[in-house]
């Protein structure tokens, strides 16, 4: 089991800036694929960002590329989302996610999800 914390949300205005953290506790972090991923209300959960284990390439959505940048310091077995530029259709509840070996980022390819954070940004 790997258990994951995130925290860092909050209210934010358009072109402002946050930071997520998600620690992980449980397992060797650095064998884990990590991934950001967001639900607004009534909404499906939609992949935001992705970074592997491996190599520490990373993969972004369309909508938050140049905008957003995930990154991971296994030191400290966490994992970050640097959001800058925000809009209101950021605004969601914003999930970390693990996994063993993902191919393409998708909620299905994860295996460990964390309680998740709110960001909301005001126009």
């Known amino acids: 089991q790997v258990q994951l914390v995130e925290s860092g949300g909050g209210l934010v205005q358009t072109g402002g800036s946050l930071r997520l953290s998600c620690t992980a506790s449980?397992?060797?972090?650095?064998?884990?694929?990590m991934g950001w991923f967001r639900q607004a209300p009534g909404k499906v959960r939609n992949f935001v960002a992705a970074?592997?284990?491996?190599?520490?390439?990373?993969v972004y959505a369309d909508s938050v590329k140049g905008r957003f940048t995930i990154s991971r310091d296994n030191a400290k077995t966490t994992v970050y989302l640097q959001m800058d530029n925000l809009r209101p259709e950021d605004t969601a509840r914003y999930y970390c996610?693990?996994?063993?070996?993902?191919?393409?980022?998708?909620?299905?390819?994860?295996?460990?999800w964390g309680q998740g954070t709110q960001v909301t940004v005001s126009s």
């Open positions: 996610a693990a996994g063993r070996s993902v191919g393409r980022p998708s909620v299905r390819a994860y295996d460990f």
């Open positions: 449980g397992r060797t972090f650095s064998n884990y694929d």
């Open positions: 970074i592997r284990r491996t190599d520490g390439s990373t």
